[in-house]
């Protein structure tokens, strides 16, 4: 049984189109992530929300929003979809009193604007 | 501005040999570091961490060697073995940051030949 999971694996979209990509964990986690991994393969955090509450908003252009309808789940939408936005997005989570800051991640969405 | 760097975008050993992978940071307020280890498709999965109180720490094959004053760790694999090969993220986290804001780097794709 997948403990982190995202939905779709990949998004083929034109530019200006609105997107949403979804995560569920069935790991009981209280805290989740989205992270981007641009074309220079870095790993970078975008959000981060503890028990639905948005805790991490690193400098993300406000086209990007997430939402948490409960702490299994976090979502993330994305409006007028910009080129720069190919990547692939991580969904993450993690709890308090696990090995400090041992993250699961999910498998990925592979997002490719045209 | 890059504050943990992978400046080996590749390395190569024969199984049995040791494999040595390295991370730089700049950040002094980085207190714990792990590393990730990653299979093409899928999410990255925790490995193995270190706490900056500590120069050492040791799990099966894997080893991680912190130098705080050269602000610098490494993954060392003893024996390799060819299911190693994979992409391997150096993370790290500063001293009083709540919920898990890792910094990575931007990988190490390792292959292990038969």
């Known amino acids: 049984d997948t403990a982190v999971s995202q939905t779709p694996k990949y998004l083929v979209t034109q530019m200006g189109n609105d997107k949403s990509i979804k995560c569920e964990q069935n790991l009981g986690h209280d805290t989740m992530y989205w992270y981007k991994q641009d074309s220079k393969k870095f790993l970078k955090i975008m959000f981060s929300?503890?028990?639905?509450?948005?805790?991490i908003n690193e400098t993300v252009p406000n086209r990007f929003s997430p939402k948490s309808p409960d702490k299994a789940h976090l979502n993330l939408h994305i409006n007028s979809l910009e080129l720069g936005d190919s990547a692939v997005y991580f969904c993450?989570?993690?709890?308090?009193?696990?090995?400090?800051?041992?993250?699961?991640f999910g498998p990925g969405t592979r997002l490719l604007v045209l | 501005d890059q504050q943990v760097k992978q400046n080996s975008p590749s390395l190569s050993v024969q199984e049995g040999r040791i494999s040595i992978l390295n991370c730089d940071y700049t950040?002094?307020?980085?207190?714990?570091f792990l590393w990730y280890k990653k299979y093409p498709a899928e999410g990255p999965t925790f490995l193995i961490s270190?706490?900056?109180?500590?120069d050492k720490n040791e799990d099966g094959r894997f080893t991680v060697f912190l130098n705080k004053s050269a602000k610098h760790l490494s993954l060392h694999i003893v024996p390799s073995q060819p299911g190693d090969s994979a992409v391997y993220f150096c993370?790290?986290?500063?001293?009083?940051?709540?919920?898990?804001?890792?910094?990575f780097g931007q990988g190490t794709i390792l292959t292990v030949h038969p």
């Open positions: 950040n002094s307020m980085f207190d714990y």
């Open positions: 929300y503890n028990n639905k509450e948005l805790i």
């Open positions: 993450a989570s993690s709890q308090p009193g696990l090995p400090r800051e041992t993250q699961y």
């Open positions: 993370a790290a986290i500063a001293g009083g940051t709540s919920y898990g804001k890792l910094t």
């Open positions: 270190i706490s900056s109180i500590k």
